[in-house]
Nanobody, 124 residues
Framework: QLQLVESGGGKVQPGGSLRLSCAAS????????IGWFRQAPGQEREGVSC????????VYADSVKGRFTISRDNAKNTVYLQMNDLKPEDTALYYC?????????????????WGQGTQVTVSS
């Protein structure tokens, strides 16, 4: 059974950093495109970044380009999202997703399997 577990969230001051982890079980991660998404209260879920299964290339939302970096460790079957220079508007519940089924790489509807999320709060 394909499972995703996120971790690494927390509360940080503006300008701070966090590294989120998405641990996969039940499947071999390099064979899947993995996406990171976030959802703030009262807002729709939005795509943050993805790493493609085909060649490991990456995609980022404009709002996080230059600040966030997605990577994967095949030996640990884990995808990471390094978040630097965090801003209050980055506050959200962050999810990872797998089983890309086509469509836009940063569209939630393009993914079948989701983790439970990890909360990120950026506040002074």
């Amino acid at each position: 059974q394909l499972q995703l577990v996120e971790s690494g969230g927390g509360k940080v001051q503006p300008g701070g950093s966090l590294r989120l982890s998405c641990a996969a079980s039940g499947f071999t991660l390099p064979y899947f495109t993995i996406g990171w998404f976030r959802q703030a209260p009262g807002q729709e879920r939005e795509g943050v970044s993805c790493i493609k299964r085909s060649d490991g290339s990456t995609v980022y939302a404009d709002s996080v380009k230059g600040r966030f970096t997605i990577s994967r460790d095949n030996a640990k079957n884990t995808v990471y999202l390094q978040m630097n220079d965090l801003k209050p508007e980055d506050t959200a519940l962050y999810y990872c997703a797998a089983a890309f089924r086509g469509g836009g790489y940063l569209l939630p509807s393009s993914y079948l399997n989701w983790g439970q999320g990890t909360q990120v709060t950026v506040s002074s």
